[in-house]
T-cell receptor, first 114, second 112 residues
Framework: AQSVTQLDSHVSVSEGTPVLLRCNYSSSYSPSLFWYVQHPNKGLQLLLKYTSAATLVKGINGFEAEFKKSETSFHLTKPSAHMSDAAEYFCVVSDPSSARQLTFGSGTQLTVLP | ETGVTQSPTHLIKTRGQQVTLRCSSQSGHNTVSWYQQALGQGPQFIFQYYREEENGRGNFPPRFSGLQFPNYSSELNVNALELDDSALYLC???????????FGPGTRLTVL
């Protein structure tokens, strides 16, 4: 079985300051890991994915995430927040043992203050 | 390249009715997955179709059923609607089973 835990339901940062969204995962196999973003009343947009290549993954809009197997973590970071980054962020695991269905975390709401 | 599209955008039904939601996958994609996202929660996997066959199913009752057509578009059917079926229904397509999934904008279903 696979699962994802997003450690913060809400994160608030000031514009121009760093962003850290935390995610821990559990999987019986070598997983693929993703971060998706959802703006209000919109679908899900892929930010980045990890598939057992480089442990530091760069995504769109300046986001990146580091896969740490020893800590079973896949935290999302950005050096400098923009107002447009305000959205819901989902950490997601894909497990080859279950038809690669995606299992989503409960989400982290990011607020960016002016 | 056309992305994933879904119709309708919004839908209001009453308890006990049946509903059909539609999804057109991204050009070149042969795998479609459906997810249910209740308010304030992450999406939950309903089922996946690969080349017109169901390829995996989440923890949803049989009144949730689906189809995939030769052009890889897909339908989600829900019978005997319940109030708890109110949610955003998301469709995602990919090129291969296990590849990155690209999501449509969703259909907001309200059951009264």
């Amino acid at each position: 079985a696979q699962s994802v835990t997003q450690l913060d339901s809400h994160v608030s940062v000031s514009e121009g300051t760093p962003v850290l969204l935390r995610c821990n995962y559990s999987s019986s196999y070598s997983p693929s890991l993703f971060w998706y973003v959802q703006h209000p009343n919109k679908g899900l947009q892929l930010l980045l994915k990890y598939t057992s290549a480089a442990t530091l993954v760069k995504g769109i809009n300046g986001f990146e995430a580091e896969f740490k197997k020893s800590e079973t973590s896949f935290h999302l970071t950005k050096p400098s927040a923009h107002m447009s980054d305000a959205a819901e962020y989902f950490c997601v695991v894909s497990d080859p043992s279950s038809a690669r269905q995606l299992t989503f975390g409960s989400g982290t709401q990011l607020t960016v203050l002016p | 390249e056309t992305g994933v599209t879904q119709s309708p955008t919004h839908l209001i039904k009453t308890r006990g009715q049946q509903v059909t939601l539609r999804c057109s996958s991204q050009s070149g994609h042969n795998t479609v997955s459906w997810y249910q996202q209740a308010l304030g929660q992450g999406p939950q996997f309903i089922f996946q179709y690969y080349r017109e066959e169901e390829n995996g199913r989440g923890n949803f009752p049989p009144r949730f059923s689906g189809l995939q057509f030769p052009n890889y578009s897909s339908e989600l059917n829900v019978n005997a609607l319940e109030l708890d079926d109110s949610a955003l229904y998301l469709c995602a397509s990919s090129t291969l089973v296990g590849d990155t999934q690209y999501f449509g904008p969703g259909t907001r279903l309200t059951v009264l």
